[in-house]
């Protein structure tokens, strides 16, 4: 028997290196012995790549009520408003201790006592509540939490670790299953190893790389949701994926998003002839939520059969967006355009999973020890619609939210039994990696054509259909091959798009994110979508 080749034991294991497991960790590095887990280097997670900023009321002329209906508006009726409200409270907190950490959000240039940091304003907010660093927010945040990561003596840091499966005790009932750590691939080693904790939280991110083009990285894979269903957390409102709707269109930028605020800016959308059209779709035109403006942009590419839109600015001064855009000005003009001088091609593109495992105020899962942060959990405050920059909100946040939970009750929480070995022995080498190579570019391509911003029954049901052949050759490979981060990949991408596939089949109504044809009214009553695993 091949045995596991290592066992690593913490008080907290976090799985995810974004703004919501880094600021987690140095929460509770002061108090707890804490290993973080990264797939890949520890600043590759989506949070590196958000661009717009973190959403606060710190104006005179705003208020947490306004911050609050704004969100309860985008959310389409499925936002919890206590935990709305609880997330709005706290932001000040949130984004004190980032200031305190070393985040150099951009200042006025000319600040007064009110206003000392710059404030910008996006789609779906009444005000200019949003807090940034340039327009590489995420970036300033996650290069700074990293930094502070790296000198904290009681983080122990492990880079190029896939998370595998979470590890619990086997207990029938839910409520006495204890999660005491999981399995994870050292893809330096090429090895198993095992990780031990008394607490372990999921920060791992969404599962937009389910779909063919994505504003994500590579590692938003939906591992964390694919672990927590396994081990038998519940999902909810996994339907609701939202499609950010200015993705640059170029053969040369993989991924690259436009962000929401250039338009809060005084962006225009335009059709290739140079007429805008959002006007026609919102009153509130390019300031509408983003669920509204791809869902446009969707249509008119279809009605005109055309490959993109355009997003103009050009018409501000160019100092103006070099300064208050100097990330996309740069990468624009490397690949030839000059957003001062001509509209950018744009189109929509999977950006952000609204749903997730469910939790509570705290973090909570359904499982004792395992919480969830970020946008790997359903929290109840985006709903049906994410309101923007409310994300990185809510990964601090919860962070705080979730450790504050951990040190009240570390105490009453008994140290881990000893972890399984992890079991190679029926296993071999792969001989055929192009079987993953193409499952993988099928069920993406699937899921774009399929279950994308605009859906219908026999799409859906296609979709099914596709991904449990997926699912089936997928457990045969994993059953009979040693693992590699590419199947551990697949295995989890093709689970959560049944999950997302089963979330848009049973609402059979027009809400938020989700759209379809076959029902594009919207029911008088707002529930939320929630799917229990069936017991073991």
């Known amino acids: 028997m091949n045995s596991t080749s290592k066992t690593h034991t913490h008080d907290v294991l976090v799985i995810g290196s974004g703004a919501a497991g880094l600021s987690l960790a140095l929460r509770l590095a002061g108090s707890l012995r804490v290993a973080v887990m990264a797939k890949g280097p520890l600043t590759e997670s989506a949070t590196r790549y958000a661009q717009g900023g973190i959403s606060a009321v710190l104006d005179k002329q705003d208020s947490l009520d306004a911050h609050v209906q704004d969100t309860l508006q985008a959310g389409a009726g499925l936002c919890a408003e206590d935990v709305v409200r609880f997330t709005v409270e706290h932001a000040q907190e949130a984004i004190q201790w980032l200031i305190t950490q070393g985040v150099p959000f951009t200042r006025e240039a000319s600040p007064t006592t009110e206003h000392v940091f710059h404030l910008t304003r996006e789609g779906g907010h009444s005000h200019r509540r949003i807090l940034h660093a340039d327009d590489s927010t995420g970036r300033a945040i996650e290069l700074t939490l990293e930094s502070q990561a790296r000198q904290h003596a009681n983080l122990d840091l492990y880079e190029h670790y896939i998370a595998i499966d979470l590890i619990t005790t086997h207990k029938?009932?839910?409520?006495d299953r204890r999660c005491i750590g999981a399995y994870a691939l050292n893809r330096t080693?090429?090895?198993?190893?095992?990780?031990?904790?008394?607490?372990?939280?999921?920060?791992?991110?969404?599962?937009?790389?389910v779909y063919?083009?994505?504003?994500?990285?590579?590692?938003?894979?939906?591992?964390?949701?694919?672990?927590?269903?396994?081990?038998?957390?519940?999902?909810?409102?996994?339907?609701?994926?939202?499609?950010?709707?200015?993705?640059?269109?170029?053969?040369?930028?993989?991924?690259?998003?436009?962000?929401?605020?250039?338009?809060?800016?005084?962006?225009?959308l335009l059709l290739p002839d140079g007429r805008p059209f959002m006007q026609r779709f919102d009153p509130r035109g390019e300031l509408a939520p983003r669920d509204i403006v791809a869902r446009a942009i969707d249509s008119e590419m279809k009605r005109l059969g055309v490959d993109c839109v355009y997003l103009d600015i050009s018409h501000k001064p160019a100092e103006f967006i070099t300064r208050h855009f100097p990330t996309i000005y740069r990468r624009c003009l490397e690949l030839g355009l000059d957003m001062t001088k001509q509209p950018l091609p744009v189109v929509p593109a999977a950006h952000y999973t609204s749903g997730g495992v469910v939790t509570d105020l705290r973090g909570r899962t359904d499982i004792n020890g395992l919480y969830a942060i970020g946008e790997v959990a359903c929290t109840g405050l985006h709903g049906a619609n994410r309101l923007a920059s409310n994300s990185l909100l809510e990964c601090v946040?919860?962070?705080?939210?979730?450790?504050?939970?951990?040190?009240?009750?570390?105490?009453?929480?008994?140290?881990?039994?000893?972890?399984?070995?992890?079991?190679?022995?029926?296993?071999?080498?792969?001989?055929?990696?192009?079987?993953?190579?193409?499952?993988?570019?099928?069920?993406?391509?699937?899921?774009?054509?399929?279950?994308?911003?605009?859906?219908?029954?026999?799409?859906?049901?296609?979709?099914?259909?596709?991904?449990?052949?997926?699912?089936?050759?997928?457990?045969?490979?994993?059953?009979?091959?040693?693992?590699?981060?590419?199947?551990?990949?697949?295995?989890?991408?093709?689970?959560?798009?049944?999950?997302?596939?089963?979330?848009?089949?049973?609402?059979?109504?027009?809400?938020?994110?989700?759209?379809?044809?076959?029902?594009?009214?919207?029911?008088?009553?707002?529930?939320?979508?929630v799917l229990t695993p069936t017991a073991d």
């Open 397 to 529: 946040v919860f962070a705080f939210a979730a450790g504050r939970d951990i040190l009240q009750v570390q105490h009453a929480l008994p140290a881990p039994p000893p972890v399984p070995a992890w079991d190679e022995s029926r296993v071999t080498d792969s001989d055929e990696e192009i079987v993953v190579a193409h499952n993988w570019d099928e069920l993406r391509r699937m899921m774009w054509d399929y279950v994308g911003i605009v859906r219908t029954n026999k799409r859906l049901e296609r979709a099914k259909r596709r991904v449990d052949m997926l699912k089936s050759e997928i457990s045969d490979y994993y059953g009979n091959f040693r693992v590699t981060n590419d199947l551990i990949e697949l295995r989890n991408l093709a689970l959560v798009a049944e999950l997302i596939i089963l979330s848009a089949m049973q609402r059979k109504e027009s809400r938020g994110l989700h759209y379809t044809s076959d029902y594009p009214h919207t029911l008088p009553e707002a529930k939320n979508t």
């Open 189 to 209: 080693l090429n090895r198993v190893e095992a990780f031990r904790a008394r607490f372990v939280i999921l920060a791992t991110g969404g599962a937009n790389k």
């Open 212 to 268: 063919l083009y994505t504003t994500n990285p590579d590692v938003a894979t939906g591992d964390g949701i694919a672990m927590a269903w396994r081990a038998g957390c519940r999902v909810a409102n996994l339907e609701f994926i939202q499609f950010h709707p200015t993705c640059l269109y170029h053969p040369m930028a993989k991924s690259f998003l436009i962000s929401e605020a250039v338009r809060g800016e005084g962006g225009r």
């Open 172 to 175: 029938l009932v839910l409520a």
